[in-house]
């Protein structure tokens, strides 16, 4: 089975400045995907970014980007010009090859102060 | 496009009492999943459906918890009896079938959040 491990429960940086969220995690599978997901209070999930374990580039999207490393299972996100609306819990999360269910971490509660 | 619905939004009960949670996917999305996340934890899955059949069910309390989705459409959670430690937020979330449409597709609704006292 698959574990998902993030280390941060809570972080909190000022506006503007960038910030780094860790991820880590454990599979033998060769074949997957891994997601960065925010949760705002209103409770939907929503999908900030994603990887597929093939790729050897980084994904990036606007300000948000990842450093994968297969070889170290580590997948972090690095949230640039970070903004007030930034402000959410963060999961993690990795999809198998095989099936579609995924398996999250525990989150980090993001904080952005003005 | 009209989201992933989902009702009630909130749902307070006693232990024992039973309770059901719906929930309408995206028109076209073949494969629905039911989460559930308790307080300080990520989304752990329940159930998995692709159309009207079970995929995965590994994780979901069967002596408690039933699940279904008639017609391959909107799916229905239900806990009967309810206990204390069923206290969660209730996601479902909905895709399209294949893996790389799969990954594209994949939507959560906003969730029912229940309250076991």
């Known amino acids: 089975a698959q574990t998902v491990t993030q280390s941060q429960p809570e972080m909190s940086v000022q506006e503007a400045e960038t910030v780094t969220l860790s991820c880590t995690y454990d599979?033998?599978?060769?074949?997957?995907?891994l997601f960065w997901y925010k949760q705002p209070p209103s409770r939907q999930m929503i999908l900030v970014i994603r990887?597929?374990?093939?790729?050897?580039q980084n994904a990036t999207e606007n300000r948000f980007s990842v450093n994968f490393q297969k070889a170290a299972k580590s997948f972090s996100l690095k949230i640039s010009d970070s903004q007030l609306g930034d402000t959410a819990m963060y999961f993690c999360?990795?999809?198998?090859?095989?099936?579609?269910?995924?398996?999250f971490g525990k989150g980090t509660h993001l904080i952005i102060q003005p | 496009e009209a989201g992933v619905a989902q009702s009630p939004r909130y749902k307070i009960i006693e232990k024992r009492q039973s309770v059901a949670f719906w929930c309408n996917p995206i028109?076209?999305?073949?494969?629905l999943y039911w989460y559930q996340q308790i307080l300080g934890q990520g989304p752990k899955l329940l159930i998995q459906?692709?159309?009207?059949?079970?995929?995965?069910d590994s994780q979901l309390p069967k002596d408690r918890f039933s699940a279904e989705r008639l017609k391959g459409v909107d799916s229905t959670l239900k806990i009967q009896p309810a206990k204390l430690e069923d206290s969660a937020v209730y996601l479902c979330?909905?895709?399209?079938?294949?893996?790389?449409?799969?990954?594209?597709?994949?939507?959560f609704g906003s969730g029912t959040r229940l309250t076991v006292v």
């Open positions: 979330a909905s895709s399209l079938v294949g893996m790389g449409v799969t990954v594209d597709g994949y939507t």
């Open positions: 599979t033998s599978e060769s074949n997957y995907y």
């Open positions: 990887q597929e374990a093939y790729k050897q």
């Open positions: 999360a990795f999809m198998g090859g095989g099936a579609d269910g995924l398996t």
């Open positions: 028109s076209g999305h073949a494969t």
């Open positions: 459906f692709q159309n009207n059949g079970v995929v995965d």
